[in-house]
């Protein structure tokens, strides 16, 4: 396995956030764990005033969370020509990956709800339809986001503007390849350098947009851009960039920038840590709490701390000790 990690990144289908994001897992908030895990209210106060350490608590990450795991990477390993063609709407596109299938070649789908729920949707429709015609799949999954984010986004009032004319081209045009960054992040100046690339890659990809909405989108930014100082840039910059440090985190350094020839992790791993999970369902709170974890890789202090966080998706030390629990257990 690659790095492991203790991040949350990730976003659910309608909320589309930064992967440095809390994910969702379906209705349920996947982060929820660490904060619901806190101490309830007066009633747990010890009667002598002395504070009392909270008892232990199994807040797991949910299993419909874990099980679309391997699904997911399944769908990668026998499926990575559909895969590359979908773009991935977690910000990692803007960073080098190129479609998210990459995303499945290291640990960062795992933690990332948005890469998950990409791949399973294209799961399904290629169980409906057979995988004979992946562009036809990835247009399928790119629109539904694309939908989703135009929705969202204008919503939210995300970005100044984003009900004119030009502020729904910007958003239709930049989301063909990912999430429409926020226009205050360059001075328009800057803007022209980062957009002349954006178009050398629509040209090589194929996915040249309509000059009219591609001109609207570019006045868009010009416009908006010019309304944000120098400091607002910077700030507006170092969110991405904080969101690419919980990239790298994931993905380890080395594997950053995956290359085509990087394999897609297998997704027997994921099996056995959805099986270790099953598991700990059965071992007592107190039993998980009172076992250490030595796993460098997470910042997790003991097995149930792990198991409670997203940590425990990726991390081999908390599936190894949960089944050596287990197994103990059934020899007794
Ligand atoms: C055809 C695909 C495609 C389209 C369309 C596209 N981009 Fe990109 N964009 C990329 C790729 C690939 C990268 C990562 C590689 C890079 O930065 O050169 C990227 C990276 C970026 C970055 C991060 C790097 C930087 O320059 O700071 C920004 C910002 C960005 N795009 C803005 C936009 C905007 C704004 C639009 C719409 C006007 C847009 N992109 C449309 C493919 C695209």
Known sequence: MRTGHSLLLGAALITVVACGNQPTAGSSTVAAAADSSAPAGASDEPSSGAPAAAAPRKDF????????????YRVARDHPEVLEKIACYCPCELYGHTGVVDCYRSQHAAACATC???????????EQHGAHDPPA???QVNSRYRTAIVRNYTQNGQFPNLRSESGG????????????PHPGMYSP????????????????????????????AVDYLRASAGQFTAPDRERYRESLASAVEHLKVTEGNAVYYPTAQD????????ERMVRAYRLARDIPAEVLAATPLDDPSSDCSNLLDCLNSIAGVTSEAAVEAVEAIAAGDNND
């Open 61 to 72: 990450i949910p299993l419909d969370y874990l099980q679309r795991i391997p699904i997911a």
């Open 137 to 139: 799949i990835a247009a």
């Open 263 to 270: 394999p897609t992790l297998d997704p027997a791993w994921f």
């Open 189 to 216: 100046d800057e803007w022209k350098r980062s957009l002349a690339r954006m178009e050398a890659y629509s040209r090589q990809r194929d996915l040249e947009p309509d000059p009219a909405v591609w001109q609207r």
């Open 169 to 180: 081209a910007y958003l239709q045009a930049c989301s063909a390849c990912h999430q429409p």
């Open 116 to 126: 998950l729920e990409e791949a399973v949707v294209a799961g399904q429709l290629i």
